[in-house]
């Protein structure tokens, strides 16, 4: 079994395809330090989380989704110049980018409230969800007397998957920064996170979990949108309708944007 670890954790280190493995293996290669400090930080959290009452729960919930809401835009916005047909600069203008995220002071800062908007999201989700599964513990003996829209029945779900996925996601790049993790075979420059992205992204199996974790994301977004502003109160016959809309197009165009990359350089490559 130790064989196995260790063949696979060379995997994970030397090839892009190993970044699959990342999941798995966290324990293995990532420091002691990192484990104790951020069960110090989920452990207070998660106890408040339980002790909330259920709109409470609800209302930060939908902070947090907004604040991670924010943030995609940002994110979409930077990683477009990846594009030659957005910046053909040979990806000059993203490593500038990257490199102003990754040394900035204010976006460090800026990172702990992510994290933080992250965990609480995940955690309050994970218990709300828990909380209505207890309250109902068996379906309705009627197919469809539920009257939750289909995005909504499957929000765990979608949000399980994506949390994967984002552990990956952080394993392959924003771990590489920390040095927590090698970076892929080829790579010379931890920091080049051009070359890095047209590595992984020129692996087929890789662009295609990307692609699939997008079009999920997009069905999460879709529903997470309108239930946030539901739930802060913005339930109105004049503005539901707008929101409804801003929040198609939203979970839409988002993933989209971000789906668009991994094809470009999948049938590039």
Same mark, same amino acid.
């Given at each position: 079994m130790i064989k196995i670890l260790k063949k696979l954790h060379l995997l994970i280190h030397h090839k892009p395809t190993g970044i699959f493995t990342c999941f798995l293996l966290l324990p293995e290669f990532l420091p002691l330090w990192f484990w104790v400090k951020a069960y110090k930080i989920i452990e207070p959290m998660s106890e408040t989380a339980i002790s909330m009452s259920s709109i409470s729960k609800k209302v930060f919930l939908a902070v947090a989704g907004l604040f991670l809401i924010v943030f995609l835009v940002v994110h979409l916005g930077i990683n477009l110049f990846l594009l030659p047909f957005v910046k053909d600069d040979g990806g000059e203008w993203f490593r500038i980018a990257a490199s102003f995220m990754a040394n900035n002071w204010i976006i460090k800062v800026f990172e702990v409230f992510l994290f933080g908007g992250f965990i609480?999201?995940?955690?309050? &989700?994970?218990?709300?969800?828990?909380? $209505?599964? =207890?309250?109902?513990?068996?379906?309705?003996?009627?197919? &469809?007397?539920?009257?939750?829209?289909? =995005?909504?029945?499957?929000?765990?779900?979608?949000?399980?998957?994506?949390?994967?996925?984002?552990?990956?996601?952080?394993? $392959? =790049?924003y771990f590489v920064k920390l040095g927590w993790v090698s970076p892929p075979e080829g790579i010379e420059d931890k920091h080049d996170f051009y070359v890095m992205t047209r590595l992984l992204f020129a692996n087929t199996a890789y662009s295609v979990f990307y692609m699939i974790c997008m079009v999920l994301l997009g069905f999460h977004l879709n529903h997470a949108f309108q239930s946030a502003f539901q739930t802060l109160g913005l339930n109105h016959t004049k503005y539901t309708p707008m929101i409804k809309c801003l929040g198609n197009l939203y979970s839409i165009i988002i993933p989209l944007g971000f789906l668009i990359i991994p094809l470009y350089f999948l049938l590039t490559a």
């Open positions: 609480l999201h995940v955690i309050l &989700g994970v218990t709300l969800q828990i909380q $209505n599964w =207890f309250a109902r513990p068996t379906r309705y003996k009627v197919e &469809g007397y539920s009257h939750t829209s289909f =995005f909504s029945k499957f929000m765990i779900h979608t949000g399980a998957i994506i949390f994967i996925f984002l552990v990956l996601h952080l394993c $392959n =790049f």
